[in-house]
């Protein structure tokens, strides 16, 4: 494990090669500079949804608190069961969800109870109602009714014992996390605060909705799906609208933003040419190292630090800005959240319904459409033309096929990786 390396010496190492960064090391290199938030906050369980936990919590109670039953049915004593034929017990009394019964069971006697009833003194088990019969001589019970001494009883503690660690710091909170904190008892709990992120569009071609269009100029849209990413994530964003190609802006801009910010995101100017202006610009704000990551879309990315801030400069194509947030960006506002089980998305395998044309050298990330298979599994296609600048493949598609560096043409039916992108974010 390489640690605590700036990335000035980083950028020095032998087998450091800019220009051909491939996109498992570019990875690997950015988590080494991520540090957690420090700062926490405390907050309602219900304010607490898709927070991370910032103490390690245990519980403060047997869950559940007491031997209870499992189904509606009968609490008996296994001993008093006749070993052939049926049994007949006295009925005592009930024992309902939040109302047990007060006394004690003796020999042959039962109770009636119900899902969730504490289970009587002298009472270890259950019969469910199906296999009894109330009869104004007592209640009968058929024989085989009962396998075994403790059937359909749950046992107090049996989910979460007291004192014992039910969620480690850095635990993601989700309706699952949500309720079980409720079910502790648990109003109120620790978090990290939220991840501040700025980010702003550079280039003097870009005008934002609303304003007209001349000749050459386009619509910014990488402001908004970066909106819509970072708001999935759960981030205090600081949106910086477009800021022209002049150094003066940029300057101004980029030391704004890191000040506003833990994170700064920017799109464009990090390609060959422009990159250069850029990359003086840095020098002076901070340390910035530009990449060519081999892969496509998304061969330019710059990664550094501005003041504090951590800064990612990511390519201007709109579907780029998608793919290198998926797959750098994405891993690092989590870890930075305070997630500690954070990995690369996930992938499985699909068959290929359509030939796939690829040159080997880069690793792609090809929208997909994934589709259940007549066969079983899952078919997966590309959404048809795969420029980087046609974000409507983005749209159509539900998934990224992600052919490896090394991969060339590949065959109808043959097995790829996909990310499936519902869920991701
Ligand atoms: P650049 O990396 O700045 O050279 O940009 C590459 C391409 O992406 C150019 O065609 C830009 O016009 C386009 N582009 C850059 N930023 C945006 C944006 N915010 N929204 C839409 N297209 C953009
Ligand atoms: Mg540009």
Known sequence: METARTLRELSCADDYDPDSMPVDRARALIREFLQPLTAV????????????????????????????SAMDGWAIRYADLASTGATLLRRVGESFAGKPFGGRLAAGETVRIFTGGVMPDGADTVVMQERATETPGGVSIAPGAVTREGQNRRFAGEDLRRGAIVF???????????????????????????????????????????????????????RYTLYGMLTRLHCDIVDMGVVPDSPD??????????????????????????????????????????????????????????????????????????????????????????????????????????????????????RGILEPSDVGGYTVRTTGDQGSGILSSMSQANCFIVLPADAGNLDVGTDVDVQVLEGLL
């Open 41 to 68: 906050e405390r907050v309602h369980v219900r304010a607490a949804l898709d927070r991370v936990l910032a103490t390690d919590i245990a519980s403060p109670l047997d869950v559940p608190g007491h031997d209870n």
């Open 168 to 222: 480690r710091t850095g635990q993601p909170l989700r309706p699952a996390e949500l309720g079980m904190l409720a079910s502790l008892g648990i109003n109120e709990v620790t978090v990290y605060r939220k991840l501040r992120v700025a980010f702003f569009s550079t280039g003097d071609e870009l005008r934002s909705i609303g304003q007209p269009l001349a000749t050459g100029e386009i619509y910014d849209s990488n």
């Open 249 to 366: 802006a940029l300057e101004h801009a980029f030391a704004t933003a890191a000040d506003a910010a833990d994170v700064v995101i920017t799109s464009g100017g990090v390609s060959v040419g422009e990159a250069d202006f850029v990359r003086d610009l840095m020098n002076k704000l901070g340390e910035v190292l530009f990449w060519k990551i081999a892969m496509k879309p998304g061969r330019p990315l710059a990664y550094g630090k501005i003041r504090n801030a951590h800064f990612f400069g990511l390519p201007g194509n709109p579907v780029s800005v998608m793919v290198t947030f998926y797959e750098f960006v994405r891993d690092a506002l989590l870890v930075l959240q305070g997630r500690r089980d954070v990995a690369p998305p996930p992938m499985f395998k699909a068959r290929l319904g359509k030939a796939i044309r690829k040159v080997p050298g880069r690793t792609e990330f090809q």
